[in-house]
């Protein structure tokens, strides 16, 4: 047990792929008792909540399940580097003929939806208590994608509580379009890629996106992924500024 122990405290990185490894494998036997209508990286997500609020209960830390030091190689590996290597890297799976037919409905897609998330979201947070512009604009972002919500929340200045908010905000978005979209695909004709583009900007979360579209139609998520991807840079452009600066003006 010590060895193990030991060689497990050594190469942390290593340790942190096989414990993922372990939660998906865990994960896709759940949902195949659901006739995999529910994806297994949604479950995966739950899973790893409750692992990082034990972790943060355990070691009263801050940063979930990588605060208990034989896990310490997660911290790694969930940090921006492997999430941005895995988006480009599902990116290339994409014929840009097929992208091309989203051509302006894509593009209103992404706009409309980037519009309603932000003030949806904003809306949410005035409605309970948080009237403050920077907190409006911070968690009105996490509704967009629990990406846009801390870029902007540090543009911003918000405090550490409402970018928890925005985080929180968003990954239910993301559970939920991972769960409901093989349920609505045939409603929303989800059988082909130029759909599958338009339905990436207007969801917008990527991991939902992939997931949900994963479950539907493997082919499909490069094309949802693609623009996805492309939502949550636009967000985290334009929600710092100009969507503060509308909400400044609405509510001064």
Not at 54 to 75: Q, R
Not at 103 to 127: H, K
Not at 131 to 145: K, L
Not at 162 to 190: C, D, E, H, R, W
Request: glycine residues 14%; hydrophobic residues 55%.
């Amino acid at each position: 047990m010590d060895i193990l122990v030991q060689a497990v405290s050594k190469y942390p990185l290593v340790t942190a792929f096989v414990v993922v490894g372990l939660i998906m494998w865990v994960s896709t036997y759940i949902g195949k008792i659901f006739n995999n209508r529910i994806h297994a990286s949604a479950i995966a997500i739950v899973i790893g909540l409750l692992l990082a609020f034990v972790g943060g209960k355990y070691t009263g830390g801050k940063h979930g399940i990588s605060d208990v030091g034989l896990f310490a190689g997660i911290g790694l590996m969930g940090g921006s580097v492997f999430r941005d290597f895995a988006i480009v890297a599902t990116a290339f799976g994409v014929k840009l003929e097929e992208l091309k037919k989203a051509g302006v409905p894509g593009v209103v897609a992404l706009v409309v939806s980037m519009i309603l998330s932000t003030a949806i979201g904003a809306a949410t947070a005035y409605a309970f208590g948080y009237t403050n512009p920077v907190d409006m604009a911070t968690i009105g972002g996490g509704a967009a994608t629990f990406i846009v919500g801390p870029v902007t929340g540090a543009a911003l200045g918000a405090s550490s509580e409402v970018i928890a908010l925005s985080v929180a905000a968003g990954v239910v978005k993301s559970i939920s379009v991972m769960i409901l979209t093989p349920f609505l695909a045939k409603m929303a004709g989800l059988n082909n890629p130029a759909a599958a583009a338009v339905y990436g900007g207007l969801m917008g979360t990527t991991s939902g996106t992939a997931a949900g579209l994963a479950a539907t139609d493997p082919r499909l998520v490069p094309y949802g992924a693609m623009t996805a991807t492309f939502y949550t840079g636009f967000g985290c452009l334009v929600v710092p500024s100009i969507g503060y600066a509308a909400i400044v003006a609405l509510v001064g």
